[in-house]
């Protein structure tokens, strides 16, 4: 099959268990690092279509949230084969890596994705946390509710402040208000990269957990190790 993956997540999925199959992906697609001759097409947000197009997929892989659906339309009305996938939490992700690795491109199911079940049954909880997890800045974004980044720190004990939410990514507009009452801050280095230097200045007195946005929001082969990378980091920030 010839596959052009519109999400990063997908593409380390399907590069892992399949080396081969990809003939596109995105700006964006940065694990693993060798992804042979596949093109870039573009951003998720800004995917060229007609690039996608001359690669003559057989199959193009999406996310709900992550491409949007003019792009995946537009593909749909050319004739390519579209898979959306839509993932809000554990579960889900495992679901839908199911439907796309053995359901749609016919593979085995790959021993990493029973890896990532039993790393997360393991899993244990750091202590009984709330905390205040910012995705963007200037304006302050956080994550609200049903996110897949949100039940996986649940998972671990850390409760997201903004879980109750309406939103799945309210703006806050002073985050000096909205972190009053939590334990630490979560501050992921995508989509907005924090770092030691421009984040944590903003929560004075507050425990911050500087954490790898690949292992907190990717669903893929990530999920092994993350149950162990995230519960490192925040002791870490908590001692």
Known sequence: ????????????????????LLVGVTD??????????????????????????????????????ENRAPDLAALRAAGVEVLVTEVRDLPQALSELDRVLVGALGLERPGWLADAEEAWARAEPVGELTAFVPIWRRPWMVLGRDTFAGDL????????AYAGHPERYPRVAAAEAAWLGCDLVVLPDEPYRFT?????????????????GRHLAWYGPSLVEAPAV?????????R
């Open 1 to 20: 099959m010839r596959v052009v993956s519109l999400v990063p997540s997908l593409t380390d999925a399907v590069a892992v268990s399949a080396p081969g």
């Open 28 to 65: 964006w697609c940065t694990h693993p690092a060798d992804l042979g001759d596949a093109v870039r097409i573009g951003g998720t947000k800004n995917p060229d279509v007609r690039a996608v197009l001359e690669l003559r997929p057989d199959l193009v892989i999406a996310n709900e949230e």
């Open 153 to 160: 720190l649940a998972r671990l004990g850390v409760r997201n």
């Open 196 to 212: 030691a230097g421009d984040g944590p200045e903003a929560f004075p007195g507050l425990p911050a957990v500087l954490v790898s």
């Open 230 to 238: 995230l519960a490192a980091a925040l002791r870490a920030a908590l």
